[in-house]
């Protein structure tokens, strides 16, 4: 009697992670130019996640958060704290979220040069650290500025209001201290 060890994989491999909406067609949805780097590294990101490679997935996620950086002004030259403190100075990470950033650093480091492997729940949590990073400092800001030139074009095309000519305005301010006036008198001494 045989027995076989039956493995079952399919092509394209089954997501293990929703791409985020601002990359659903693979383009990060950013007035930056120049991001055909990050929207690489994010597509074998993602093409690693679904193919199970941690190692390569986390090291993707350090790369991608690397190559943002970049693009958001950031000295490549600098080391990772230093990167992080520019990030930090320039608005694009509040103190708060500092602690996640390093982490996923130090994650992509470790499998890149230490051999750590991580599993599907660690990278899925790295991935949603970086996911937050970039849709906070390059998508988020990018939609506000399309939206704030949007209002200022409706603003530009809605009719002025008019001004009232002040022998008007004095004479609805006369009306309604006749009314008021009329309104304040007394009662007659009967009560009626």
């Known amino acids: 009697m045989i027995e076989y060890n039956e493995r079952i994989e399919t092509w394209p491999a089954r997501s293990k992670r929703d ?30 996640l ?6 390569l997935a986390s090291i993707a996620i350090r790369t991608s958060f690397d190559i943002a950086a970049e693009l958001l002004g950031v000295d490549p030259a600098l080391s990772f704290p230093e990167k992080m403190e520019s990030l930090v100075n320039k608005g694009h990470i509040v103190e708060a979220d500092k602690a996640s950033i390093e982490i996923l650093i130090d994650a992509g480091s470790a499998s890149a040069h230490r051999g750590w492997r991580p599993s599907l729940a660690d990278v899925d949590a790295l991935t949603t650290a970086l996911e937050d990073f970039i849709h906070a400092s390059m998508v988020f800001p990018a939609k506000k500025r399309v939206k704030a030139a949007k209002m200022a074009e ?10 009232r000519k002040k022998a008007e305005v004095a004479a609805d301010h006369s009306t309604t201290a006749e009314t008021d006036g009329a309104a304040a008198e007394p009662l007659s001494e009967h009560g009626s």
């Open 19 to 48: 791409i985020p909406d601002w990359f659903s067609h693979q383009i990060v949805e950013t007035d930056i130019k120049n991001a055909n780097a990050l929207n690489a590294s994010l597509r074998e990101l993602y093409g690693a």
């Open 50 to 55: 679904d193919a199970d490679l941690m190692v």
């Open 154 to 163: 409706i603003k530009g095309r809605v009719p002025k209001r008019q001004r």
